[in-house]
């Protein structure tokens, strides 16, 4: 964890020192993060966006950003986020994930790049005549990678999933996403913005919680870990309304291939306005294009 907050506090920093020019700002932001896969849901089949969420399971996000103007529509931004994700089959009113009883935990460590398209504009808040304050709303779209390496709580510790390959088959730890959203901010006597943004990412991969296809035959898995984690119905005593352990046989379904896995964030950032150009800019440049005061101005006698 302190590894990771260092990487987000570098990444500020090198922003702001870097990206110097008057239409640069920079912050970071903190809010809540959930997640939509095969975990979760209700007593029917799977549901779209956030109907089969579990509020239950929401967790925390965290980031660092930097954001450039190209004009008063569009804007660029790009931000490292550290986004924890998790679920757990015990909150499904699903008897057959029930019966199944996986659960995980995935810290994803996310690099974006997103366009923000601005929509609304107030330029003088409280028609001061000073343009000191504004408001703006904006929607975005973009890319992102992150680094996925989802974990289960199994006797008191955390076990890392992906190389057990509990379906017997392996994924990588990379993977895209499509970040969409919208969001807004209030900018202060021109220097500080207040702002809030709601983003959805689809991913590229059904492997954020560890379940995909099908249950794998335990001859094929690597040890009695990768096995026990395979498959945990045998935790669960028999009760009625939850499917017997023939259900979970090798080859029944384990989860779902034909959708991919997405994760939600909605947060709050402050950020700072750039304005002129930075100490960094003034050490490298500023020689160039700063005047020579010290210099005698030269007076032509009249005679």
Known sequence: MR???FIL???LLISAEGFSQYLWDFGGHVGASNYLGDMGGKAGTRRDFVMDMKLEKTQFTLGAFARYKFNPLLR???GLNWIRVSGDDKLSTNPGRVGRNLSFRNDLIEFELTGQIYFYDIPDLGRTYRYRNDFQMYAFVGVAGFYNNPKTLYNGSWVALRPLKTEGKSYSPVSLAIPLGIGLFFTIEKKHRIGWEFDWRTTFTDYIDDVSGNYADPNDLDSDLARALSNRRGELPNRVGVPSSAYYL????RGDPSHKDSYI?????YAYVMRGRSSFYRSKYGSIFKRNTNKKRKVRAKF
Do not use: D, E, M, N
């Not at 090798?250 to 379904?253: A, I, N, S, V």
């Not at 964030?265 to 950032?269: D, G, L």
């Open 250 to 253: 090798p080859g029944q379904k």
């Open 265 to 269: 964030t909605t947060s709050v950032y």
């Open 9 to 11: 506090l570098t990444f």
């Open 3 to 5: 590894r990771i907050i």
């Open 76 to 78: 660029g931004k790009i």
